[in-house]
């Protein structure tokens, strides 16, 4: 009895010392709980903020954590800057033209892939297991986590479409953004923490690690690219050449991986195939080729396991290393060099927005067997996959992209009015675009002003804002301009930026997201009987307007019907209609005004 109990005691603190042991060795580990668990868990942001620190102590000469920002909930925002070339800020990696690589996970944070395919890339590229040399030729930015407080949203069935980890963030920020809508109108704390980053570094490329969402089939990842279908010219030569390269080095490792987004044409019918289709700029891929750096779009298929997940996206950072390591150099070359040309871009005409044209070709796609059948739930048709019966799906792909609105960029550039330069000028600091503002006060200027001809109000909140889409022209006005006011001229690196942002009509423009909505509600109106009194004045004062009054009356029979259009048709002519109505603040010149200072 006696022997037994301290023959266990021993056991016991054996044990003991083992797990102690294991746990001290953990501390100084550079692995992840991911990677000790076989990738069933992934860690808590607790586990980042001490990877971060870690990586650095073991590598002191290659890595340097920091910390770019606080989140809403008042998380540290973290970064590590990695390299072998003793660049580790970015004055340093500027000065010595060094390409930098941004990679960041989790901005839908139960994506998580990213943050733990990161962490091993990371040290397998450190200690020499991978990628020999990459790190002499590039810095590394890896951002393991961009949307922290969701991160820390921590739950089981956060991602009900997804096989792993067992626990994972959320999709949203604590402030409920999505921030993978929010490159361009940036209302969160992050995504302004995130640009001031890119501003600083001026990343040759920015990759977004996610994981799909949608149907079963075999194919594991796709990797978008831009420029590609749109930007700049010779940077989409470049970013085929990027995109073409991961997928080559991904095929070659076993994966099946698709350059287009893998979502159905109608959704839930494998046989209507697939659409691509050029970003808006909301997106990041959509942002980066308007300020002519490449855009990565990385999404592995939400039903492969989290081992498989972390494996792919490993061999995808992996694989831009190397690509960023071969071609870095020539890509930055030719990077600044559509700065340069986008300096030249006032006046000429550009695209602000793609289409998929109808046609399509028929692809082979590894697909599942499944079957549609009516559904007593829903009353609709419900598909069911057969994930152990492989199937190729021969289905059409529409991959024809084509300009959509085309605008001609002003000869000079644009003037935000005195009223809106604080919002508009808090904008294009937070997207360093270069403005100067008025100092002396002007008369009268010949401008170019946008009169919405139609306004449509989204129906419900997005994101928190609601959406307004107008219809219009430029056309010449005098108008005056006053101190303050800002000038954003065109010709800068940035210039497909400014105008995606200015340009009314644009699908991310401040406007779009309805940052001057207030400029289409009216606010001052007549009442009936003073608009009879004034309209019986017009009549009897012209008989010309009096005749197209007539004439309007039997021409347009929904007019005829519509006793306020009938009044309006008076009190637009009258002295106190409001000028401003429908008037997009924003106004554009042929000629830089003189009388600005830079900022
Ligand atoms: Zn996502």
Redesign the pocket.
């Given at each position: 009895m006696l022997r037994r109990a301290l023959l266990s005691a021993a056991v016991f603190s054996l044990f003991a010392v083992n797990a102690h042991a294991a746990r001290d060795m953990r501390l100084f580990s550079l692995k992840t709980q991911a990677e000790y668990s076989g990738f069933k868990n992934t860690g808590r942001y607790e586990e980042v903020e001490a990877l971060c620190r870690r990586f650095e102590e073991h590598h002191p000469k290659q890595v340097r954590c920091f910390e770019y920002g606080r989140t809403p909930e008042n998380r540290p925002m973290l970064a590590l800057a990695v390299s072998n070339t003793g660049a580790l800020t970015p004055d340093a990696a500027k000065r010595r033209k060094i390409p930098v690589l941004l990679v960041q996970g989790g901005?839908?944070a139960g994506?998580i892939d990213g943050k733990d395919a990161g962490f091993l890339a990371l040290r397998e590229v450190l200690e020499g297991k991978a990628a020999a040399g990459v790190l002499d030729k590039q810095v590394l930015l890896f951002v393991p986590v961009f949307n922290v407080d969701g991160h820390e949203r921590f739950g089981a069935w956060n991602r009900p479409n997804q096989r792993g980890p067992v626990e994972m963030g959320w999709r949203s920020t604590a402030q409920n953004y999505n921030l993978?809508r929010e490159y361009m109108k940036a209302d969160t704390p992050e995504m302004q923490h995130m640009l001031a980053l890119v501003n600083a570094w001026d990343p040759l490329a920015y990759v977004d690690l996610?994981?799909t969402d949608g149907a079963q089939f075999e194919p594991d990842i796709s990797i978008q690219v831009e420029p590609v279908h749109a930007g700049d010219a010779a940077l989409r030569v470049a970013g085929t050449a990027l995109r073409d390269g991961v997928l080559a080095d991904l095929a070659k490792q076993g994966s099946d991986p698709k350059p287009f987004y893998m979502s159905f044409a109608e959704e839930d019918n494998p046989q209507s195939g697939f659409v691509d289709s050029a970003p808006n700029p909301r997106f990041s891929h959509g942002y980066f080729l308007l300020r002519n750096r490449f855009g990565v779009l990385v999404e592995t298929h939400s039903w492969k396991d989290y081992p498989t997940r972390v494996r792919i996206t490993r061999n995808t950072i992996v694989s831009l290393l190397s690509q960023v390591a071969q071609h870095g150099a020539a890509w930055r070359q030719t990077a600044m060099e559509a700065d340069l040309r986008a300096a030249q871009l006032a006046g000429s005409a550009l695209p602000l927005s793609y289409k998929t044209t109808e046609k399509s070709r028929m692809i082979a796609f590894r697909g599942y067997a499944y079957t549609r059948t009516p559904s007593e739930v829903s009353g609709a048709l419900m598909t069911r996959y057969d994930e152990k019966t492989p199937q190729i799906w021969t289905v059409p792909l529409r991959d024809e992209i084509v300009p959509d609105l085309q605008v001609t960029a002003p000869k000079a550039g644009y003037l935000v009015p005195r009223a809106q330069a604080a919002m508009v000028g808090a904008k294009l600091r937070q997207h360093g675009i270069a403005y100067k503002e008025m100092r002396s006060i002007f008369a009268r200027q010949n401008v170019e002003v946008f009169r919405a001809t139609a306004v449509k109000f989204g129906a419900q909140s997005f994101e928190g804002r609601q959406t307004a889409a107008v219809q219009g022209e430029w056309q010449k006005e005098e108008r005056l301009v006053d101190a303050g006011a800002l000038y954003v001229p065109v010709n800068q690196p940035k210039a497909r930026l400014v105008m995606a942002l200015l340009e009314p009509r644009a699908p991310d423009s401040l406007l779009a997201w309805g940052s001057f909505n207030t400029a289409f509600e009216r606010k001052e109106y007549m009442e009936d009987y003073v608009a009879e009194d004034v309209a019986r004045a017009q009549l009897a004062a012209d008989p010309a307007l009096a005749a197209q009054f007539r004439q309007k009356l039997a021409d347009e029979p929904e007019f005829a019907k519509n006793p306020r259009a009938r009044l309006e048709f008076f009190a637009r002519r009258h002295a106190s209609w409001d000028e401003r109505l429908n008037l997009y603040p924003v106004m554009r010149v042929d000629v830089a005004p003189v009388g600005f200072m830079d900022l």
């Open positions: 901005i839908h994506e993978n996610h994981v």
